[in-house]
């Protein structure tokens, strides 16, 4: 049994992963400032005497007794990464050092949640790991793109530096149930306006592809990574290669819902990339790793979720 340090583990990704460290019996120590994460995702963990739920934002150092990290700190969606720019950045990199000083003090092991934004528009197609990417470094996105850039930089440098068993994983588009609902992902936008039966919002004429992970096989390709010995670093893509339009998506989410919305096109916002796909040879080697959850599966477990939120079971939809 270990203790673990989940940061950002009341968020999306993060309180599926707290799961399964407490199934797989560890002790878990969850992080969350809640300025995406929601207390809601971990209710049914804190009556559970593995689980610990601290109030903390990691841009402040932050000292525990814990033997591995997983740092997840950083809100992931435009709507939010935008809204204050530059305490996304600080999250990134300052969360980063603290975490990684953490690591160092306790002689942790640490995983990084990357991100397939790394690539910025990729001029590479897929997109493997050793490609630098084709980031604009002054952009509306730049905040999170080269914030997490600058993580992985620093990961690498405490690796090299200090001697640091780092893993480092670029996650590529992962949805399902506990998303925010009003986080401005296509998976989440297009199942909430389907629902409640409103015009379903395109950006151009819906061409840009995109890859959709469930998140029961990205945490599980996580759990992997962070088993793998020391030498392993990564980084390593971790996603779906399947490829859809976000079109075809939008008609995936209609007819899965069976709903009457219309589609309904506005501009493409700034830098958003054209494509958007992992490859993931490198996860199935180290990893003997690949998806195994089909679109339309994760689609109908992730609709039931946002049904039961817009029949006010949970509330959520009325916040920020």
């Known amino acids: 049994m270990k203790r673990i340090l989940v940061t950002g583990g009341a968020g999306f990704i993060g309180s599926h992963l707290c799961e399964r460290l407490i ?60 809204f204050d720019p530059v305490q996304t950045t600080k999250t990134s990199v300052h969360g980063a050092i603290n975490m990684l000083g953490l690591a160092k003090r306790r002689r942790a092991r640490i995983f990084q949640a990357s991100t397939s934004e790394v690539y910025g528009d990729p001029a590479i197609h897929p997109q493997t790991e050793d490609y630098w990417g084709n980031v604009n470094p002054i952009g509306i996105r730049s905040c999170y793109d080269e914030g997490k850039r600058c993580a992985e930089t620093l990961f690498f440098d405490y690796h090299r530096q200090h001697g640091l068993k780092i893993k480092v994983a670029r996650i590529f588009n992962t949805y399902g149930p506990r998303m925010h609902p009003n986080d401005g992902r296509v998976v989440s936008n297009f199942i909430v306006q389907a629902l409640k039966g409103e015009d379903i919002t395109l950006y151009g004429e819906g061409l840009q592809t995109r890859s959709f992970c469930f998140v029961d096989d990205l945490v599980e390709g996580v759990l992997r990574l962070m088993k793998t010995p020391d030498e392993v670093t990564g980084p390593v893509n971790l996603g779906n290669p399947g490829e859809f339009t976000i079109r075809a998506l939008a008609e995936r989410v209609i007819a899965l819902t069976g709903s009457a919305s219309r589609l309904v096109h506005m501009p493409l916002p700034s830098d958003d ?24 599966e994760g689609l109908t477990r992730t609709i039931a979720y946002f049904d039961n939120l817009l029949a006010g079971k949970q509330g959520e939809l009325s916040k920020r």
């Open 23 to 82: 199934d797989e019996g560890h002790e878990v120590l969850c992080v969350d400032n809640f300025y995406t994460g929601a207390r809601r995702n971990v209710a049914h963990l804190l009556g559970n005497p593995a689980f610990e739920l601290l109030r903390h934002d990691v841009t402040f150092p932050l000292f525990a007794e814990i033997d591995e990290i997983y740092n997840l700190a950083c809100p992931a969606s435009p709507v939010h990464y935008q």
């Open 273 to 296: 990339p054209r494509q958007r796909r992992p490859d993931i040879g490198l996860a199935g080697r180290l990893l003997d790793w690949k998806p195994t959850i089909e679109l339309d």
